[in-house]
């Protein structure tokens, strides 16, 4: 291995913020809370750190170890997550990604692996299942590195990562082109504030599904609700209790969503699944802990 004689702290710390944006993206894919992602960011930095001098002047390759260590913690923080998900009040969502405008070094990049959809399946998976297959599919790790991580062999995880990718193949559908789900979504968004029964039926599929996270924090449906009628009457019936409610169009995790608002609070972010110009999916997060970095400036 070659040794990196003297890194300055400057240097160091330079290393540290390059790797942060990697960092965060694996680890949100991982955990699917940005929440968690970036705990196990400080926990990787404070390893790193707790190190002595010249053990990190040994590390040939920091990113690469960060990158091991933040995965492993991952793992971890996954394996404790289902014990803590059993106990969870209602149904539990990904949380979702709130505006892009911050440091480019915190941003997350969008593409089809932070869907709501997406996330949803990678619950479903076991954690080294999971792990294996974000590092590979998503992030292009060998297996080789893969195997060191997760502390199987290469051929278990090439295994590990083949079963996700055949569930996760199972269930997922062609989508309505870009920019007709846009349309679909902001057609949702004016005929629920109308409280139009009629208008939300038609935009729903006969079998769409909603499904709500409150976190037993506030009111919300504690199973899905199933069926375009009975969504379009659960929707109406919450605009005619929360009146005040201003509804914006957004993008919520790289997909057309909607933010409620209330006096000028976020509280609720919700991100839609549209196939064949119909709503099948909607995943509305109201877990004001999961709403905690929205902001509630305009979105047309």
């Not at 404070?46 to 002047?57: F, G, H, K, V």
């Not at 599919?137 to 060998?142: I, K």
Request: glycine residues 4%; charged residues 25%.
């Amino acid at each position: 291995m070659t040794v990196r004689r003297h890194s300055s702290p400057e240097r160091e710390a330079a290393e540290i913020t390059a790797e942060r944006r990697q960092l965060l993206n694996l680890a949100y894919r991982l955990l699917g809370s940005l929440t968690d992602a970036e705990d196990v960011l400080q926990e990787t930095s404070a390893r790193w750190y707790a190190l002595s001098p010249e053990q990190r002047d040994a590390i040939e390759s920091p990113g690469a170890w960060l990158t091991r260590v933040a995965s492993r913690i991952c793992l971890d923080v996954l394996g404790s997550a289902r014990v803590r998900r059993e106990r969870y009040v209602g149904e539990w969502l990904p949380e979702p990604l709130p505006d892009q405008s911050c440091d480019p070094a915190d941003r997350i990049t969008l593409d089809e692996s932070v869907t709501t959809a997406f996330l949803v399946v990678l619950e479903q998976l076991t954690p080294a299942e999971r792990v294996s297959f974000v590092l590979h599919d998503v992030f292009r790790y060998p297996f080789a590195e893969v195997a060191d991580i997760v502390g199987r062999s290469p051929a278990a995880c090439r295994q590990l990562a083949t079963s996700a990718r055949r569930r996760i193949r199972a269930v997922q559908r062609d989508e309505t082109p870009a920019a007709r789900r846009a349309e679909v979504v902001k057609d949702f968004k004016h005929a629920w504030e109308a409280k139009d029964i009629k208008a939300l039926v038609a935009l729903l599929d006969p079998t769409a599904v909603m499904v709500a996270d409150g976190g037993g924090q506030v009111s919300t449906a504690l199973k899905p609700v199933v069926g375009g009628e009975q969504i379009a009457r659960h929707l109406v019936g919450i605009g005619r209790l929360a009146p005040d409610l201003t509804l914006l169009a957004t993008t919520v995790n790289n997909r057309p969503g909607l933010v409620a608002t209330h006096d000028g609070v976020t509280v609720t972010v919700a991100a839609f699944e549209v196939v064949d110009d119909r709503v099948t999916r909607i995943w509305a997060v109201r877990n004001p802990e999961k709403l905690a970095s929205w902001s509630a400036r305009g979105r047309s």
